[in-house]
C-alpha cells in the first residue's frame, strides 16, 4: 500500500511522467509495484524508492539517465539482486534502474569466440548461448541462474574457476556504458589485443555502477571442455591441502579448472550435523577440498586424473576421497560447497564475509578469527570455504544476533587482522554500504584520493550508486 513518506515530490513526478512519455508507461514501476520487490536475495528487504525504471534498450537508458542528470536526480542500479554487500539498496530519494529489460544475446562470433550480450541477460543464459555454440562462457558461480552479466562485470566477479581462466576482467573484451550524464561510452571492440590508447572498459569493471552503468558487452568465450572429472577429498592438515593444491597444478596443469577447499566445519555442519548432504567421505579431517578437472579427451584425461589421485596419496596429501563416476554424482559433490541456503537457515542471522589473502596466512588466520569469536561469543559458529587456489576465503558467521553493533565486532575480527597480511576485505563481492568505512584496510590513502578523483571526473553530482563504495562531495552547479 502507498504512504505519504513514499509518494513522491512534485518535481519527481513531473520526471516520472517525462520518462514515462519517452519510456511508455510499463517501463516505469510506482508504489506496490516496488515494494513488492526486494533488494537482495540474502535479507528479502523491500525496495524503498521511489520508482524502477526499465529501459528496454542502451539508447532509453542513456535518455533516462540525461533526464536523471538534469534534474539532479539519484538512481541505483538493480541487476539479479544477488549481492551481498548492500550495493543495490535505494532509499525514498532514489530512482532504481533494472537492467531487466536489457537481456539479449547479440550476437555469436565462433570464429573469433566472442559472444555479444546485453548487460541484463543472467550468467546462465550466456554460459548456454555459448554451450550451443561449441564453445563455452567460463566464468560460473553458485547464483548463475539470478545473476547477470552486467553485475558481474561492475563487481568483477570471480568464482568457481577463477584458477584456470581468471575473473570476469579476463572474460570481458569491449563494453558500452552510459556515463552519469546520459553519454554513451562505447569500447566494444572485440580484439583480444587492442593498445589504441587508454583501455577505458577497466574503469567500469569493478566499478560497482558507480561511474557508469554498463549495457552491453563483447565477451571471451573459450573451447568447449566436454570431459570434466570431480572428486571430493579429505587432507590431514594445512600443509596437505596446499601441498596438494601444488601437486594438482604440476600434474593437472592447465586442465586444472577447480580447487575449492572447505574446512571441516562447513563440511560437517552441511552433511552430519544437519543432514542436509549425505557426506561423501568421512567428516573426522580438519580439511576437504573439491578437485574438478576439464579437457577434451576423455580417456587420456581420465588416465591423468586417476594418476594425479594415486600419486596425492602416495605422498600423503589425502586422506581418504571420493572420485565421481557421473554428472549426478558430481553435482551432488557441488551440492555440498554451494549449499548457501543451507548456511542461512543454519547460522540465521548470518553475516558473510569473502576475503582474500596469502595461502600461506590462512590457516593461522581461521584459527586467529575463530579464537577471537569464541572469546567474545562462546556459543557463536564459524563457517569457511573458498576458492583457495585463488587466495580467496569466504567466513560466514552467525552468533544470534546481527545488530549493527555486533555487526561491527564481528566486522573487526575478520577484517582488522587482514591489514598486516596485505590481504583484502572483499575477494569478489564488492565493498556497496557495507564495507565502505573498511575500505581503507586494503587501500592506501593515495588509492582512495584517485578512487575520489574518478568519481568526481565522470559523476560530479554523485547521482550514481551515491554512498557506494566511494563518496564524494556533490557538485552543486546546474
Known amino acids: 500500500m502507498d504512504t505519504m513518506e513514499h509518494q513522491p515530490s512534485t518535481s519527481l513526478s513531473a520526471l516520472l511522467d517525462r520518462l514515462r512519455e519517452r519510456l511508455g508507461d510499463n517501463a516505469v514501476l510506482t508504489g506496490d509495484d516496488v515494494t513488492a520487490r526486494s533488494v537482495d536475495w540474502l ?35 538493480h541487476g539479479g539482486l544477488t549481492g551481498l554487500v548492500h550495493g543495490a539498496e535505494a532509499s525514498s530519494e532514489e530512482l532504481v534502474i533494472s537492467l531487466e529489460r536489457l537481456d539479449a544475446i547479440e550476437a555469436i562470433d565462433p570464429v573469433g569466440a566472442t559472444l555479444t550480450v546485453q548487460a541484463g541477460a543472467p550468467l546462465q543464459k550466456v554460459q548456454e548461448a555459448a554451450e550451443e555454440a561449441g564453445l563455452q562462457f567460463a566464468l560460473d558461480l553458485g547464483a548463475r541462474g539470478s545473476c547477470t552479466i552486467g553485475g558481474n562485470i561492475a563487481t568483477n566477479a570471480g568464482g568457481n574457476r577463477v584458477i584456470r581462466y581468471g575473473m570476469m576482467r579476463q572474460q570481458v ?42 549495457t552491453r558487452a563483447v565477451l571471451r568465450l573459450q573451447p568447449a571442455m566436454p570431459d570434466t572429472r570431480a572428486a571430493l577429498v579429505a587432507c590431514p592438515s594445512f600443509d596437505a591441502l596446499t601441498g596438494l593444491l601444488g601437486h594438482m597444478r604440476q600434474t593437472l596443469g592447465g586442465e586444472l579448472s577447480a580447487f575449492e577447499a572447505m574446512w571441516r566445519n562447513h563440511y560437517r555442519l552441511l552433511t552430519e550435523i544437519s543432514g542436509r548432504h549425505a557426506p561423501p567421505v568421512s567428516t573426522e579431517s580438519p580439511f576437504y577440498v573439491i578437485i574438478e578437472s576439464q579437457a577434451v579427451d576423455a580417456d587420456r584425461h581420465g588416465e591423468r586424473f586417476d594418476r594425479a589421485f594415486e600419486s596425492a596419496f602416495e605422498a600423503g596429501l589425502l586422506a581418504d576421497a571420493a572420485i565421481a563416476q557421473s554428472d549426478a554424482q558430481r553435482d551432488g559433490l557441488w551440492a555440498i560447497r554451494e549449499d548457501i541456503e543451507g548456511l542461512v537457515s543454519l547460522l540465521a542471522p548470518m553475516m558473510t564475509f569473502d576475503v582474500s589473502l596469502p595461502i600461506g596466512d590462512m590457516d593461522a588466520y581461521v584459527e586467529h578469527v575463530e579464537m577471537t569469536l569464541r572469546e567474545r561469543w562462546p556459543d557463536g559458529r564459524l563457517v569457511v570455504f573458498g576458492h583457495l587456489g ?31 597480511l596485505g590481504g583484502s576485505i572483499s575477494a569478489e563481492h564488492g565493498i556497496g554500504l557495507e564495507k565502505r568505512g573498511w575500505l581503507p584496510v586494503s587501500r592506501s590513502p593515495d588509492e582512495l584520493a584517485l578512487m575520489a578523483t574518478l ?13 557506494k563504495v566511494v563518496t564524494v562531495a556533490a557538485r552543486d552547479d546546474h
Do not use: W
Open 173 to 214: 573484451l569491449g563494453l558500452e556504458a552510459v556515463l552519469a550524464d546520459g553519454r554513451i561510452i562505447s569500447s566494444m571492440s572485440p580484439m583480444l589485443k587492442n593498445n589504441a590508447g587508454y583501455d577505458l572498459k577497466q574503469l567500469f569493471i569493478g566499478s560497482e555502477g558507480t561511474l557508469g552503468i554498463v
Open 390 to 420: 585463488d587466495g580467496n576465503l569466504h567466513l560466514s558467521v552467525g552468533v544470534s544476533s546481527d545488530d549493527a553493533d555486533t555487526r561491527h565486532r564481528v566486522e573487526r575480527c575478520i577484517y582488522e587482522p587482514l591489514a598486516k
Open 455 to 467: 568519481k568526481q571526473a565522470l559523476d560530479p553530482h554523485g547521482l550514481l550508486n551515491r554512498h
Open 43 to 77: 535479507t528479502g528487504a523491500p525496495c524503498l524508492a521511489a520508482a524502477i525504471v526499465r529501459p528496454g534498450t542502451p539508447d532509453e537508458l542513456a535518455e533516462t539517465l540525461r533526464l536523471c542528470h538534469a534534474a539532479r536526480q539519484p538512481v541505483v542500479t
